[in-house]
């Protein structure tokens, strides 16, 4: 990905002034271009939200003015939404504009949060050198740390965001309503899962499933929809967890519908969830917790799960070529 151009505008709101830069930032300057490329990295391997620049009037001006303008009219627009709410905490928009190896346009920015850090600091009184600690509370974030408010536009088409909700007195705050004005939040696919996992629950209830195989499925089952097809698919989710069942299947499939969830729903970024659901985690009531591999969990030669006369359950390990206990 090569950079084309990047600008940075500060929203100080302990002064209560957003400070319009004028200038672009150099992308001669290596330190600079890494982080920025990092950042956006960093941005694309999170979970995002996926939608389209129509949804969005404020992005679809876009095209209508300069990169420099555009930059400074959305940094109004973010500034005077926040100036006044305690809980949002102040920070610096990045602007950029790039191109990827495949020719496609990517335009974008993130809201930088503070962070305070220690630092030494070097004075001079009359003549002494004193070094001193002193505490600096508008630190940019590493690029190990998750970008709460930020959009990047592909090609003018497709957008990835990534949005966080503030409360107070004043009422709900979050970035697609009030900077991008988005009149309908689409949903994380972290909380359609969430949605889903609660109606198969409800379902498996009403029938009387065993819970320790609904939960062992129902994680089987989404790891490898997402891992064949990048995809949700609450069809081949229904057989898995309920089988034969076809009553139970069809009220599945009802309730899913009534929740307003397509039966096959698109993950944009399903690496997001490969080490959540690539492995599944057993807790025993004796306080051993024990990690399997999700593909290897219905592998009966691998591991069982065994149903006692006396209603207990035992989990029995099979074909260990060695076993080792790691700090």
């Known amino acids: 990905m090569k950079l084309q151009n990047a600008l940075i505008h500060i929203l100080d709101k302990e002064s209560g002034n957003l400070i319009l830069s004028q200038s672009q930032l150099s992308l001669d300057n290596k330190i600079i271009t890494n982080y920025i490329l ?8 999170s979970e995002y939200i996926e939608d ?8 679809l001006q876009y095209n209508k003015t300069d990169f420099e303008n555009f930059s400074s009219k959305i940094a109004n627009i973010f500034f005077k939404s926040i100036k006044d709410r305690e809980m949002i905490p102040g920070g610096d928009l990045l602007f950029f504009r790039a191109k990827d190896n495949d020719d496609n346009s990517l335009f974008g920015f993130f809201k930088l949060d503070y962070s305070s850090e220690y630092l030494h600091n070097i004075i001079y009184n009359s003549n002494i050198l004193k070094n001193d600690i002193i505490l600096n509370r508008t630190v940019l974030p590493s690029v190990r740390k ?3 408010e930020g959009v990047m536009v592909y090609n003018n088409h497709k957008i990835a965001i990534r949005s966080k909700t503030y409360t107070d007195n004043q009422g709900s705050w979050n970035f697609l309503k009030d900077v991008l004005k988005m009149k309908k939040k689409p949903k994380k696919i972290s ?11 409800e379902t498996s209830t009403d029938f009387g499933e065993n819970e320790l195989n609904v939960d062992i499925n129902l994680k089987n089952a989404i790891h490898e929809s997402m891992q064949m097809e990048n995809t949700v698919d609450n069809g081949f989710i229904a057989d898995q967890v309920f089988m034969d069942n076809e ?25 997001v969830f490969d080490k959540k659901y690539s492995k599944q ?12 591999p999700t593909e290897l969990i219905k592998n009966k030669d691998i591991v069982e799960f065994k149903t006692n006369i006396d209603g207990t359950t035992s989990v029995i390990l099979k074909n260990t070529s060695w076993i080792k206990n790691k700090f």
């Open 146 to 148: 998750k970008i709460n």
């Open 247 to 271: 009553t139970a299947k069809a009220e599945f499939k009802s309730k899913l519908n009534l929740n307003g969830i397509e039966e096959v729903i698109k993950v944009p970024n399903s690496h």
């Open 191 to 201: 909380e359609t899962l969430n949605e889903i996992k609660d109606i198969v629950y």
């Open 38 to 45: 990092k950042l956006i990295k960093k941005f694309e391997r």
């Open 281 to 292: 985690k057993i807790v025993l009531d004796n306080g051993i917790t024990i990690t399997i």
């Open 52 to 59: 389209f620049v129509t949804s969005s009037p404020i992005l």
